[in-house]
């Protein structure tokens, strides 16, 4: 009796011990892009654009939430991540600041298969949480390129770079510093399609 009781405790400590740390997980925020709806952008109006999946040419764009403290050293958070594959997520708070923006008739996502006027195609080219020493920031720069569907013809292409200080150097910090980066980046790529090429 006493062994059964000693292999209880033991059991019990054993399991209390290896417990793991809840999963937190993050997203990007739905953003509102009223104040960045522009009058030249009248071309769009009768037009269909399909928002492409965004591509990484540099690593894996998933639920993995990406660091790096130099650039040979890098890593991915273990008990952090992202609700959704991070390229999903883009793509799905591109198509709804588009349609905030009523540049165009309709905005379609790359699996539609009705006929567009427009193709906005994306390019990750960072996208991480980069500490140096006391610096620490979210990266992301995106290129973004604008094709006329009915020719396959560039209209236009724009890089666009942001590195937003985070309140801390942990996920949620680098979550938060992520969602104002992005939140940049809708304001901007706005901008920018309103401008005629």
Wanted: charged share 25%; with cysteine.
């Amino acid at each position: 009796m006493k062994k059964i009781i000693i292999v209880i405790l033991l059991w019990l400590s054993v399991t209390a011990c290896t417990k793991a740390p809840m999963l937190q997980t993050y997203t990007i925020d739905s953003i509102d892009i009223i104040e960045t709806r522009a009058t030249n952008a009248k071309q769009y109006r009768h037009k269909i654009v399909k928002v492409s999946y965004p591509q990484s040419l540099r690593e894996e764009m998933s639920h993995k939430m990406n660091f790096s403290y130099s650039i040979n050293d890098r890593g991915t958070y273990l008990n952090s991540e992202w609700s959704n594959e991070m390229s999903k997520l883009l793509q799905v708070t591109l198509i709804e600041s588009l349609e905030r923006s009523k540049f165009f008739k309709a905005v379609l996502s790359d699996t539609s298969t009705l006929r567009e006027n427009y193709r906005l195609e994306s390019q990750v080219f960072a996208f991480e949480h980069r500490v140096r020493g006391e610096q620490s920031h979210a990266i992301v720069l995106i290129q973004f390129t604008l094709i006329d569907a009915d020719t396959g013809g560039l209209i236009k292409q724009q890089k666009f770079s942001y590195q937003e200080p985070t309140p801390s150097t942990d996920a949620k910090g680098y979550a938060y510093a992520t969602n104002k980066a992005i939140q940049k980046l809708m304001a901007d790529l706005m901008r920018w399609l309103g401008k005629r090429a």
